[in-house]
C-alpha cells in the first residue's frame, strides 16, 4: 500500500520547467532514492514534499492525507539538510532537542525521547559534546537523530552523506540504512551518487530534465533500461550507431554496427560487424507496447563493458585475418572458440579491430579505452581523437594489453561471465563457471531523443550524458 503518492506534480521557475508532471508512489516503510545528474529537478521534488516550495499543478498526500498546500510544520514530516544545519552553539543534546522544546514537549518526555534516539543512531554518551568536535559522520548521525526525534511519518534526506570523505561515506552508508530500518520509517532520499542509490535504496527513481525516466530497483535499471538516457546513465556503457539488420528467433534485435567515417568497413555492410540485443525503444517487446524496430531502421547499440571481450593482436603475425583497422568479416571467423570470438548463435557476426589508447586500474576491473576508427592501426603515438573510442572492461590482472597495442573487441557469449583474475583473456574466456550472465546489449531507435543525449557520432564513453 502507498503511504506517499505524488500525481501530476509540476514546478516551473518562471518559463523553466523544473518538475514536469512527476507521479511516484512510494509504500510504507520503503526507501526510495532519487537519482539523476545536477539540475535533473530531485532537491526541487524533496522541497515541494518538505513543503519548502509551493506546486504550480499536481498534488501529494501522505497516509492518505492531501498536504499539497499545508505548511512544512503542519505536515510533521523529518528532514536531513545537506550541511546537516546543526547550532554549533547547541551540544549534541541541544541540537537534538531543539525541534521537541519548539513542539513544547514536556522535559521530562524530551529528556527520554533525546536519550533514545541518540542511542538508535548509536551516540549512546554524546550528549554533551559540543557538534563542533565530532566528525563528519557523527555530526551526519546528530542531523538524522535530530530528524527523527518527534517521530515523523516521513523522512527526506537531501544529499546526507556528500559532505563526507569516501573513506568515511560507505560507513556511514551502512550506519544510515541500519538506523532507517531499525525505525521502520518511510524514506525518500536525493543523491547523485549511483552507489549511494543502489545502497540505500528499496527502489531507485530516475529523473531527467524535470521528468521521471524510470523507476524500479538496482537491478532492473541495469539489465532493463527504459531508455537511452538510463541505459547511458546508470552505469558504464558505449553507444555504437548502427542499422537494424533483422531479428533473431528468440525476439533479439540484430544490429550492423556503422564504423566512424573513414574506418574499415564503413563503405563495404559485409565488413561491419552485426551483434544482437534486446530491443528496448518505444513499441517493442522489450520496451514497451509490443512491436519494435523495423528493419532498416537508425539504432543504436548500448554496451556494458562487461558484455566485451578483448584480445592482443600478435604483431608478428597474430588473430588479424583480414588485415583490416575495423572489422573482421563474417566469413573469416574461426569458429566458437576461434580468435575472432564468432560464437554463433550466441554471439556476434565479427568483431572489431582498434589499438589501446589508454587503460584505468579500477580494483577488480581494468578499463581500456581503444580507438576504434581510421587512425585505429596508424602509428600509437599519433594520439586518439576525442569521442573515438569506447571503454572495454577487463579482470585485473590479466594484462590483456598495453598501451599502443592492436586489439580485437567482440561480443562475450549470452551465457558467458567475465573470466578469473588469472591473466587470462580471449573471446572464449578462461573456462570458470559462470556466475552470473553477462548482461545484454540494450537496442534504441537512434532518434531525436538520442541526439539529444550524447555526440552526433555515438563513439561515447563514461558513465552519463550531458
Known amino acids: 500500500m502507498a503511504f506517499l503518492e505524488t500525481s501530476r506534480l509540476t514546478k516551473r521557475f518562471g518559463d523553466l520547467v523544473v518538475l514536469d508532471a512527476l507521479s511516484l508512489d512510494v509504500a510504507e516503510g ?41 505548511a512544512p510544520a503542519a505536515r510533521g514530516f523529518g528532514m536531513v539538510f545537506q550541511h546537516y544545519a546543526l547550532f554549533p552553539h547547541l551540544t549534541v543534546r541541544g541540537n537534538v532537542a531543539f525541534g521537541l522544546e519548539a513542539r513544547r514537549w514536556e522535559k521530562g ?17 554524546f550528549g554533551d559534546r559540543p557538534v563542533g568536535a565530532l566528525s563528519g559522520g557523527q555530526q551526519q548521525r546528530v542531523a538524522l537523530a535530530r530528524a527523527l526525534a518527534p517521530d515523523p511519518p516521513l523522512l527526506l534526506l537531501d544529499e546526507p552523506l556528500s559532505n563526507l570523505d569516501p573513506s568515511l ?33 528499496d527502489r531507485v527513481a530516475v529523473l531527467w530534465r524535470g521528468r521521471l ?13 527504459a531508455n537511452r538516457f538510463v ?13 537494424v539488420a533483422g531479428r533473431d528467433g528468440d525476439g533479439r534485435c540484430r544490429v550492423r554496427l556503422e564504423l566512424p567515417a573513414g574506418g574499415a568497413g564503413a563503405t563495404e555492410p559485409s565488413r561491419q560487424p552485426v551483434w544482437a540485443g534486446i530491443d528496448r525503444s518505444a513499441g517493442s517487446p522489450g520496451g514497451r507496447d509490443g512491436g519494435g524496430l523495423a528493419e ?25 585475418a583480414t588485415g583490416a583497422e575495423g572489422a573482421v568479416r563474417p566469413d573469416q571467423a574461426d569458429g566458437p572458440d576461434g580468435p575472432h570470438g564468432t560464437h554463433r548463435p550466441d554471439g556476434p557476426e565479427g568483431s572489431l579491430v582498434g589499438r589501446v589508447v589508454g587503460r584505468r586500474y579500477g580494483g577488480p576491473v581494468t578499463y581500456y ?31 590483456a594489453a598495453e598501451e599502443g597495442d592492436r586489439v580485437r573487441i567482440g561480443l562475450r557469449a549470452r551465457d558467458a561471465a567475465p573470466g578469473r583474475n588469472d591473466g587470462s583473456g580471449g573471446p572464449g574466456g578462461d573456462g570458470a563457471p559462470a556466475a552470473r550472465a553477462v548482461p545484454p546489449p540494450a537496442v534504441f ?22
Do not use: M
Not at 522541497?47 to 498546500?69: H, K, N, Q, Y
Not at 561515506?169 to 532520499?189: H, K, M, N
Open 369 to 399: 579505452q581503444v580507438e576504434v576508427g581510421p587512425e585505429a592501426g596508424s602509428d600509437p603515438g599519433s594520439g586518439s581523437r576525442e569521442g573515438a573510442g569506447f571503454e572495454v572492461e577487463v579482470l585485473a590482472g590479466r594484462a
Open 296 to 320: 532498416g531502421a537508425e539504432a543504436v547499440l548500448v554496451v556494458r563493458p562487461e558484455c566485451l571481450w578483448l584480445e592482443r593482436i600478435d604483431p608478428l603475425g597474430g588473430t588479424d
Open 109 to 125: 518526555a524530551i529528556a527520554r525521547r533525546v536519550e533514545e534516539v541518540l542511542a538508535l543512531v548509536d551516540l549512546d554518551g
Open 213 to 225: 525516466q524510470q523507476v524500479g530497483s538496482p537491478e532492473e535499471l541495469y539489465l532493463q533500461p
Open 231 to 243: 541505459a547511458s546513465f546508470i552505469g558504464r556503457s558505449t553507444a555504437l550507431p548502427g542499422v
Open 445 to 466: 531507435s537512434r532518434s531525436a531523443e538520442y541526439e539529444a543525449i550524447g555526440p552526433a557520432n555515438g563513439w561515447v564513453s563514461g558513465q552519463g550524458a550531458p
Open 169 to 201: 561515506r560507505e560507513r556511514t552508508r551502512r550506519e544510515l540504512l541500519a538506523a532507517i530500518r531499525r525505525v521502520g520509517i518511510t524514506t525518500v532520499l536525493v543523491t547523485h551518487e549511483q552507489d549511494e542509490a543502489f545502497h540505500l535504496g
Open 30 to 70: 520503503e526507501v526510495l532514492a532519487l537519482l539523476g545528474p545536477s539540475g535533473s529537478g530531485k532537491t526541487t521534488f524533496l522541497r515541494l514534499l518538505a513543503g519548502f516550495e509551493t506546486a504550480d499543478a499536481g498534488t501529494i498526500r501522505a497516509a492518505g492525507r492531501d498536504v499539497t498546500r499545508l
